[in-house]
């Protein structure tokens, strides 16, 4: 079941028509969120990220849009889903009508809800996709449905056996993955790209920040990061609201050690678990 604009209804019941903003140019904003036994994780977050992402776009935000009734909505999608833990995305769409100019900027919405499947590998092997870049921009750092680039560059590393991809922005620097955010350790400085950089304001990412910089063994570093640098790394791994931590095993040639992503992980994994 899906909820549409507060309605519960089944997916093959959903009619999207020709006009549908987010269908025909993206016009649209989401949220993956990771509920675990009822709670949602980092909602707060994900919710201011949410209002933040809906001004930028200048899409008007209905008056009943508070926190908590958003945080109802989920959880009533949630609970005729599934019991389990579950990823839910929450789509922002304008309404329907228009060309590249709306005729309204009043928004609809739609909330669904599946059981998390996925489990952390053992074995990430990764490489560049270099067909293609992201813009370094402000719209690249909110998560719209414009995911092109990251669409050919999950079809690339499909066809190459690969797991995931790094994503390059025009300058050729480092921007993230597919589907997360990117860090690199060597030695004691652990570096993840700037969002001016253009990757996605991630809320893993910041939490993943604040456990480092509580963490006296280690330095944080926001910075421009080279491809260059990854070959020189001892470990990389990636992080999303989903996976987690994911540490990436291998890239072209080299092999990565996990044994500091891991700890990460595990103290992200508390923070999950302890977070209001």
Known sequence: MLNYNGNLVAFEDVKITPDN??????????????????KLVFWEEHYFRLMASMRML?????????????QDEILKTVL????????????????DGGFYTPTTNEIDYLIESREITFTTKDNYKVDLFKDFYLYSGHLSTIKTNNKLIHTLASIFAKENDLD?????????????????????????????PLLSEGCLKGIAREKVINIIESNNDYDIEETVISPFEIQKADEVFIT???????PITN????????????????SLNVLELTSK
Not at 58 to 70: A, D, H, S
Not at 80 to 92: A, E, Y
């Open 240 to 246: 999303n609201s989903i996976m987690g931590i994911q």
């Open 164 to 192: 995931n991809c790094i994503l390059l922005n025009e300058r050729k620097g480092i921007v993230e993955v597919t589907n997360a955010t990117l860090f690199l350790i060597k030695g004691n400085t652990i570096k993840t």
């Open 21 to 38: 903003r987010a269908y025909k140019y993206g016009d649209s904003v989401f949220e993956t969120i990771k509920v675990i036994n009822g």
């Open 58 to 70: 200048r899409m008007k935000i209905p008056m009943n849009f508070t926190l908590e009734f958003l």
């Open 80 to 95: 005729v889903n599934t019991k389990n833990n579950s990823r839910v995305r929450l789509c922002i769409t304008r309404k």
């Open 251 to 266: 890239y072209r040639k080299k092999t990565f050690s996990t044994d500091i992503s891991k700890k990460l992980a595990m």
